[in-house]
T-cell receptor
Framework: DQQVKQNSPSLSVQEGRISILNCDYT??????FLWYKKYPAEGPTFLIS?????DKNEDGRFTVFLNKSAKHLSLHIVPSQPGDSAVYFC????????????FGQGTTLQVKP | KAGVTQTPRYLIKTRGQQVTLSCSPI?????VSWYQQTPGQGLQFLFE???????NKGNFPGRFSGRQFSNSRSEMNVSTLELGDSALYLC?????????????????FGPGTRLTVL
């Protein structure tokens, strides 16, 4: 039973355009959501997070949107850069102040110059 | 500020052996969590330690164990290795503390230890 799903295994966008990565979850009790970027043979790099009491959080080129009624979150990258090419994971925290994260399967983003 | 460090970075073992992996969290971070990443199962939570106590545990057999020291450094041990234990093992640290403070939920990962079981 996969509680966090990233249904698109891959996404390709042109440099300078917007990248939108999507994530769905099944457990309405999830309290906190995070996005990570990962390069091969490296650990995930934290990008941005959002608490369940918010519906949007911005940090530079990265914006995360949370739609609790649809149990859906998305990561927007604007403008996309070739260096953004990596695997992106969304993760959910089942309760506050816990190290336990449930990860999606990841989406490989390719940004073409 | 130094990030999360893990040693060793690469390890090759044979079936039946045991292995110990080490993790040093970011200075000031009191919680350490361990994850296993495999192509088939993705990133899966193993356990979390805080103040030398296991706080959460994932769905892994008892061959997987861990501990945390008073300086927050952590080790995980896998006994009686199986071929399926070949994976990237990741350690993550966070500040931890009072619930409701967003920064306490942000986890930062180390580079991982690549374990190959032959």
């Amino acid at each position: 039973d996969q509680q966090v799903k990233q249904n698109s295994p891959s996404l390709s966008v042109q440099e300078g355009r917007i990248s939108i990565l999507n994530c769905d979850y099944t457990n309405s009790m999830f309290d906190y959501f995070l996005w990570y970027k990962k390069y091969p043979a490296e650990g995930p790099t934290f990008l941005i997070s959002i608490s369940s009491i918010k519906d949007k959080n911005e940090d530079g080129r990265f914006t995360v949107f949370l739609n609790k009624s649809a149990k859906h979150l998305s990561l927007h990258i604007v403008p996309s850069q070739p260096g953004d090419s990596a695997v992106y994971f969304c993760a959910a925290s089942p309760f506050s102040n816990t190290g336990k994260l449930i990860f999606g399967q990841g989406t490989t983003l390719q940004v073409k110059p | 500020k130094a990030g999360v460090t893990q040693t060793p970075r690469y390890l090759i073992k044979t079936r039946g052996q045991q292995v110990t992996l080490s993790c040093s969290p970011i200075s000031g971070h009191r919680s350490v969590s361990w994850y296993q990443q495999t192509p088939g199962q993705g990133l899966q939570f193993l356990f979390e330690y805080f103040s030398e106590t296991q706080r959460n545990k994932g769905n892994f057999p008892g061959r997987f164990s861990g501990r945390q020291f008073s300086n927050s450094r952590s080790e995980m041990n896998v006994s009686t290795l199986e071929l399926g234990d070949s994976a990237l093992y990741l350690c993550a640290s966070r500040k931890s503390g009072v619930a409701g403070v967003d920064s306490y939920n942000e986890q930062f990962f180390g580079p991982g230890t690549r374990l190959t079981v032959l």
